[in-house]
Structure formats: structure tokens, C-alpha cells
T-cell receptor, first 113, second 111 residues
Framework: DVKVTQSSRYLVKRTGEKVFLECVQDMDHENMFWYRQDPGLGLRLIYFSYDVKMKEKGDIPEGYSVSREKKERFSLILESASTNQTSMYLC????????????FGPGTRLLVL | GQNIDQPTEMTATEGAIVQINCTYQTSGFNGLFWYQQHAGEAPTFLSYNVLDGLEEKGRFSSFLSRSKGYSYLLLKELQMKDSASYLCAVREDTGFQKLVFGTGTRLLVSP
């Protein structure tokens, strides 16, 4: 069974704080993704990584950075959290096999006050 | 540009059949996925279409027409537990396995 875990289910932070969201997958997947999900906007890709130390910007990378030092772990960093980053954050992973689905973690609901 | 359209909300009755449509206009196409997402949970994979036609999987079927930029998800013999959001996602024709998601269709199944 594929397992994607995220460090927290719920998180409350203050404006200006540095926030780390961690994602770990146990299936040796090459690709990892970070999305945010907001009502009426669907899932939007923030960053993705196709290999260790590699990263690519998604559709909404502003205000975020990522780190992938090990294959199984992909971190999303909010350098200085703002209220408009209040959202549900979902991590996903898959292999490079054509047509394979992405496997999602349970999500982190972040509230920035 | 990227544009994926789905109805925002649908309602249906237990035991009925419902069809959720998805139309897309993307810069490339390399397959279409359907996911189910219950409230507060992660999306889970339902189906994948890359060629035209119908893929059947138990109570769920998915159809694709690449020339029309159109797909639908068909749910038969609806059950209360099918109340969820259904997400349509297109894999673009890039070297990476990026997906572009629609905003999702919230399905409410009533007794």
C-alpha cells in the first residue's frame, strides 16, 4: 500500500512566522508535488520535484519555497506566512510510469492569523 | 492556456445514475484522471483515460473524447457514501507528470 504522510493535520501560525510542512512517502517515488486547495479554486500546483535536489515551479509558487534533500521527503516552506496562505495543503507523489496516478497525503489545514 | 470545466454541484437520489461532465482546453493532453474526495480527506484515484472510449470499473465508468475535449464520470446505483467531490484532472503533454485540476463537482446523494 502506498503511503504518503504529512507532518500535521492542523496547524495555526501567526503572520510573519516561518512555516515548514513536511511530506514523506514510502514507495520510492521519483515525483513529489505540493498543492493548495481552496473553495471554488480547486487544487493548484505550488511546486513539484522529479528527483532529489530538483524542483520546478508550479502555477502559484510565489511566497513558497521547497526542499528535497532525500528522495522520500519533500518540504514546503512559507518563509513569512501571510493570511492569504490560509488553506488546505496537499502533498502527492508518483513514479515516472506513464499514466500512474498521484497518491495524496491526508492534507494539512493551515490557518494563518 | 489551461481551462477545465466541471459543474459546481449536483444532487441525485440513492439508487439512481448520475453523469458528471468535464470539458478541457489545455496546452497539451496526455491522459485524464478522475478522483473522489470526501470532505476533509485526500483525493483518491478513480479512473484514468488516455484513449477515446469508455472505461468501466464496477459502478463507476469514465468516458473520453479527445477530439471534443470532453470526459464524463458515470456513477451507477448511487449510494449515500458516494456523496463527495469529484475532481477531473488532465495530464499535460510535458516531460513531467503534472496534472491540471478542475475545481471539482460536489455530489450530494439523498435517500
Amino acid at each position: 500500500d502506498v503511503k504518503v504522510t504529512q507532518s500535521s493535520r492542523y496547524l495555526v501560525k501567526r503572520t510573519g512566522e516561518k512555516v515548514f510542512l513536511e511530506c514523506v512517502q514510502d514507495m520510492d517515488h521519483e515525483n513529489m508535488f505540493w498543492y493548495r486547495q481552496d473553495p471554488g479554486l480547486g487544487l493548484r500546483l505550488i511546486y513539484f520535484s522529479y528527483d532529489v535536489k530538483m524542483k520546478e515551479k508550479g502555477d502559484i509558487p510565489e511566497g513558497y519555497s521547497v526542499s528535497r534533500e532525500k528522495k522520500e521527503r519533500f518540504s514546503l516552506i512559507l518563509e513569512s506566512a501571510s493570511t492569504n496562505q490560509t488553506s488546505m495543503y496537499l502533498c502527492a507523489s508518483n513514479t515516472r510510469v506513464l499514466g500512474e496516478t498521484q497518491y495524496f497525503g491526508p492534507g494539512t489545514r493551515l490557518l494563518v492569523l | 492556456g489551461q481551462n477545465i470545466d466541471q459543474p459546481t454541484e449536483m444532487t441525485a437520489t440513492e439508487g439512481a445514475i448520475v453523469q458528471i461532465n468535464c470539458t478541457y482546453q489545455t496546452s497539451g493532453f496526455n491522459g485524464l484522471f478522475w478522483y473522489q474526495q470526501h470532505a476533509g480527506e485526500a483525493p483518491t484515484f478513480l479512473s484514468y483515460n488516455v484513449l477515446d472510449g469508455l472505461e468501466e470499473k464496477g459502478r463507476f465508468s469514465s468516458f473520453l473524447s479527445r477530439s471534443k475535449g470532453y470526459s464524463y464520470l458515470l456513477l451507477k446505483e448511487l449510494q449515500m457514501k458516494d456523496s463527495a467531490s469529484y475532481l477531473c484532472a488532465v495530464r499535460e503533454d510535458t516531460g513531467f507528470q503534472k496534472l491540471v485540476f478542475g475545481t471539482g463537482t460536489r455530489l450530494l446523494v439523498s435517500p
